[in-house]
């Protein structure tokens, strides 16, 4: 039984004004030259298929051929809903693709039967048992208490979650030995395990509620699928329990590691023969950091890029004063280099030069979170302690942030 495992495609999104549509496409071609290659008998996406809860048409559109497409390799395919995913967008098409080989998961569901998938071979004998579990929203397993603690409200989540999973896991088992199955049984989950490394393209989730969830919380299952961390890599050293990240960047911070998808074999028994498989770039980009001299050094770089498509470049510029000009030098430099930068930032220097550079800084130069920051600095509060109330106020903002974001893959 061979599977791949991705996750965190998130089709429809924009990067800095700019379309993922043909890496996205691009991707997809040749994740289905990887099935044909490695002949996979299911591939496994673990959340966030779309960007948004309303993903543009074009996105839409590249799902469903996908869907057709994997299901003439008799491949089958299983989705998960991920925190970016709207779970009534995910289930408009849920019976219809249903009839091709793809199994879709959108919400957690107080019937474990929903959640539980068997997996055939090519011989068509079922070769495994998913536990899909997909991003788990407290309002699915959770029932608010007057009075509680957020600390009690961690506490019941983290144990909710803990539980869900056990449950699901002991029914797979019974279905598995009702049948006498002698096969492995796959769990799946969109989430933050504790002790993993996030990038920056990555949205926190539980915010207010679960910071993380303990390894030691997943059951003992064979291979455990996980999406959300969109950096690929091993939980709590477990070489069962991964993510396998997102396939193309989503943030220039994610230039730091290689893209990959992961293959997962089992041969006659239940041990897993764990295969990371690399995903090539499909974009090129790039990174600059350093002074105005060191930047037009690394620019040179670019002079013989021959690929029709230009580098997307995010650079870091590093100098002692305020230059009001700085967007103007860089064009200068980058002009007849087959480059687009995308995003151009100062370096935060020592305290001394921020005074004179904050008053100049542009509005692209700084996050939400710095703007809320700058507007709080501002704030006199009289008749309490002034530290403690700005503190309490900055933690109800990024709740509220966070929030927002969540609405995004809500019904």
């Known amino acids: 039984m061979k599977i791949l495992h991705t996750s965190d495609w998130h089709l429809g999104q924009n990067f800095f004004t700019k379309s993922r549509k043909q890496e996205h496409q691009a991707f997809l071609d040749w994740l289905l030259q990887e099935i044909d290659k490695n002949q996979i008998d299911a591939v496994i996406v673990a959340g966030d298929v779309f960007d948004t809860g309303s993903p543009p048409s074009y996105a839409r559109e590249m799902y469903n051929q996908f869907v057709v497409s994997i299901s003439q390799r008799n491949c089958a395919l299983v989705v998960l809903g991920g925190n970016h995913d709207s779970v009534s967008t995910l289930r408009e098409s849920k019976s219809l693709l249903a009839c091709l080989h793809t199994h879709v998961v959108a919400n957690t569901s107080d019937d474990l039967q929903d959640q539980l998938i068997t997996l055939k071979n090519h011989d068509g004998e079922i ?33 909710a979650i803990k539980s869900h999973y056990h449950e699901l896991y002991q029914a797979a088992v019974k279905l598995r030995d009702d049948a006498g199955w002698q096969v492995p049984i796959i769990a799946t989950g969109h989430l933050t395990a504790l002790g993993v490394s996030p990038s920056k393209s990555v949205r926190d989730i539980y915010i207010g509620t679960l910071d993380g969830f303990a390894a030691d919380g997943f059951p003992p299952a064979d291979y455990i699928a996980l999406g959300h961390i969109h950096r690929p890599q091993i939980v709590a050293k477990s070489e069962h329990i991964r993510y396998s990240g997102s396939p193309i960047p989503l943030s220039f911070d994610e230039l730091k590691f290689n893209k990959q998808v992961v293959l997962v074999e089992f041969d006659g028994d239940q041990r ?6 690399s995903v090539p770039s499909f974009q090129p980009m790039g990174v600059l950091k350093g002074s105005l001299e060191e930047i037009e050094v690394q620019l040179s770089e670019y002079l013989e890029h021959d690929d029709p498509k230009a580098v997307w470049l995010h650079i870091e510029v590093s100098v002692q004063d305020y230059l009001s000009d700085l967007q103007q030098r860089i064009q200068l430099m980058t002009e007849g280099l087959n480059v687009e930068v995308l995003q151009l930032q100062r370096t935060r220097g020592p305290k001394a030069q921020a005074l004179t550079q904050e008053a100049k800084e542009t509005l692209s130069e700084l996050t939400p979170n710095d703007v809320f920051q700058k507007r709080l600095a501002l704030e006199v509060f009289e008749g309490e302690d002034e530290l403690a109330r700005k503190e309490r106020i900055q933690t109800q903002f990024t709740k509220i942030v966070a929030e927002v974001e969540h609405a995004e893959g809500e019904e």
Do not use: M, N, Y
Request: neutral net charge.
């Open 272 to 277: 897993a023969r764990i295969e990371p498989i």
């Open 127 to 159: 070769g495994a048992i998913v536990c899909a579990v997909p991003f788990v929203r407290p309002r699915d397993v959770l029932t608010s208490q007057a009075g509680e603690s957020g600390t009690d409200k961690r506490q019941a989540l983290g144990d």
